[in-house]
Protein backbone atom coordinates (compact mmCIF):
# COMPACT_ATOMS: atom_id res chain seq x y z
CA UNK A 1 0.00 0.00 0.00
CA UNK A 2 1.49 3.06 -1.20
CA UNK A 3 1.20 6.53 0.80
CA UNK A 4 0.03 9.09 -2.52
CA UNK A 5 -0.74 12.85 -1.75
CA UNK A 6 -2.03 15.09 -4.09
CA UNK A 7 -1.53 18.50 -4.05
CA UNK A 8 -4.52 20.58 -5.41
CA UNK A 9 -4.16 23.85 -6.50
CA UNK A 10 -6.95 25.01 -9.21
CA UNK A 11 -10.71 24.69 -8.68
CA UNK A 12 -11.23 21.89 -11.48
CA UNK A 13 -10.56 18.14 -10.04
CA UNK A 14 -12.00 15.98 -11.88
CA UNK A 15 -9.47 14.31 -13.18
CA UNK A 16 -7.31 14.05 -10.03
CA UNK A 17 -10.76 12.91 -8.39
CA UNK A 18 -10.68 10.00 -11.10
CA UNK A 19 -7.28 9.60 -10.38
CA UNK A 20 -7.85 9.29 -6.63
CA UNK A 21 -10.36 6.57 -6.98
CA UNK A 22 -8.28 4.14 -8.70
CA UNK A 23 -5.32 4.36 -6.38
CA UNK A 24 -7.98 4.48 -3.51
CA UNK A 25 -9.50 0.89 -5.21
CA UNK A 26 -5.75 -0.49 -5.24
CA UNK A 27 -5.82 0.01 -1.60
CA UNK A 28 -3.62 3.00 -1.83
CA UNK A 29 -3.37 5.40 1.42
CA UNK A 30 -4.82 9.15 -0.27
CA UNK A 31 -4.25 12.21 1.36
CA UNK A 32 -5.47 15.44 -0.88
CA UNK A 33 -3.97 18.92 -0.10
CA UNK A 34 -5.59 21.42 -0.99
CA UNK A 35 -3.60 24.79 -1.45
CA UNK A 36 -5.21 28.21 -1.84
CA UNK A 37 -7.47 28.21 -5.45
CA UNK A 38 -7.85 25.04 -4.60
CA UNK A 39 -11.42 23.66 -3.72
CA UNK A 40 -12.96 20.06 -4.09
CA UNK A 41 -14.92 17.73 -1.76
CA UNK A 42 -13.25 14.35 -0.69
CA UNK A 43 -14.57 10.99 -1.26
CA UNK A 44 -14.88 8.97 1.65
CA UNK A 45 -12.40 6.96 2.66
CA UNK A 46 -9.82 10.10 1.27
CA UNK A 47 -8.56 12.88 4.66
CA UNK A 48 -8.19 16.30 2.99
CA UNK A 49 -6.78 19.52 4.27
CA UNK A 50 -6.24 23.14 3.40
CA UNK A 51 -3.02 25.15 3.73
CA UNK A 52 -2.05 27.28 5.71
CA UNK A 53 -5.74 26.83 7.28
CA UNK A 54 -5.18 23.14 8.56
CA UNK A 55 -1.84 21.85 7.94
CA UNK A 56 1.33 24.45 8.27
CA UNK A 57 3.67 24.71 4.91
CA UNK A 58 6.16 23.12 7.45
CA UNK A 59 3.79 20.41 8.15
CA UNK A 60 2.88 20.23 4.26
CA UNK A 61 6.92 20.11 3.38
CA UNK A 62 7.22 16.81 6.10
CA UNK A 63 4.25 15.31 4.13
CA UNK A 64 5.82 15.58 0.65
CA UNK A 65 9.10 13.68 2.39
CA UNK A 66 6.76 10.73 4.05
CA UNK A 67 4.89 10.23 0.69
CA UNK A 68 5.59 7.38 -1.56
CA UNK A 69 4.44 9.38 -4.55
CA UNK A 70 3.23 13.27 -4.99
CA UNK A 71 0.94 14.10 -7.57
CA UNK A 72 0.77 18.31 -8.16
CA UNK A 73 -2.64 19.23 -10.01
Same mark, same amino acid.
Given at each position: ????????????????? $? %? %?????????? /? =????????? %? =?????? @??????? +?? @?? $?? &? &? +?? /?? +???? %?? =??
Amino acid at each position: MARVLHLLKGPDAALAL $E %V %VAQQQAAGDA /I =TLVLLPGGA %V =TAPAGV @SARRVPD +EL @SW $EQ &L &L +EA /IF +EADQ %VI =TW
